[in-house]
């Protein structure tokens, strides 16, 4: 799997945008960008994945850039609940037996 | 969503003693399940990948035979941890594969702590 940079950590006051960052200029030209995030003593929970265009649900926001070498999860009005690890993962569907391949994420500590 | 089960969430046991994690997929069928291994302040780390009806794959380094993986079912996949130690010690999390699913979704399990003694 193609590699992702995330920054180790970010902080954001309660009810205010986040905007996390992941590079990924290695990325190939099926792979899906996944974003999952953890809560403290809990598994992965799946947040939102796209290809090429910009992509919203209800829990986030996805803005792909145009080369496609960088991503960024957006959340709108960010709540204690939302403080946890974030993960940027590459993914190619057509390869997707395989597993997912973890960096080190991004720590969201939120501030009330 | 689709939802992973794991069970149990936590289990303590004492040195030498045999652990057996199970991971259901409740609401599709998973040919594939993957095991991961997550120690404090770390990431997951990818132990196995559990092939419903043939042998479980182990990443480089991860002892097969003190590792058990048993995916006998579409809906179960199970972790033996035999002759626990201090040192296995962790946070055990499964994910599980929608096989219906177009983009090959990976749904995760609840984790399951263990703390050997």
């Known amino acids: 799997d193609a590699k992702t940079t995330q920054p180790n950590s970010m902080e954001s006051n309660e009810e205010e945008p986040v905007h996390l960052p992941c590079n990924h200029s290695t990325i190939s030209g099926t792979d899906y960008i996944h974003w999952y995030r953890q809560l403290p003593s809990q598994g992965p929970e799946y947040v939102i994945h796209g290809l090429t265009s910009n992509v919203n649900n209800r829990m986030a926001s996805l803005a792909i850039a145009e080369d496609r070498k960088s991503s960024t999860l957006i959340l709108h009005r960010a709540t204690l609940r939302d403080a946890a690890v974030y993960y940027c993962i590459l993914r190619d569907p057509e390869g997707s037996a395989r597993q997912l391949t973890f960096g080190s994420g991004t720590q969201l500590t939120v501030l009330p | 969503g689709a939802v992973v089960s794991q069970h149990p969430s936590w289990v303590i046991c004492k040195s030498g003693t045999s652990v057996k994690i199970e991971c259901r997929s409740l609401d599709f069928q998973a040919t594939t399940m993957f095991w991961y291994r997550q120690f404090p302040k770390q990431s997951l780390m990818l132990m196995a990948t559990?092939?419903?009806?043939?042998?479980?794959?182990?990443e480089q380094g991860v002892e097969k035979d003190k590792f058990l993986i048993n995916h006998a079912s579409l809906t179960l996949s199970t972790l033996t941890v035999t002759s626990a130690h201090p040192e296995d010690s962790s946070f055990y999390i499964c994910?599980?594969?929608?096989?219906?699913?177009?983009?090959?979704?990976?749904?995760f399990g609840e984790g399951s702590r263990l703390t050997v003694l």
């Open positions: 994910s599980a594969r929608d096989r219906g699913s177009a983009t090959g979704e990976l749904f």
């Open positions: 559990s092939n419903e009806g043939s042998k479980a794959t182990y």
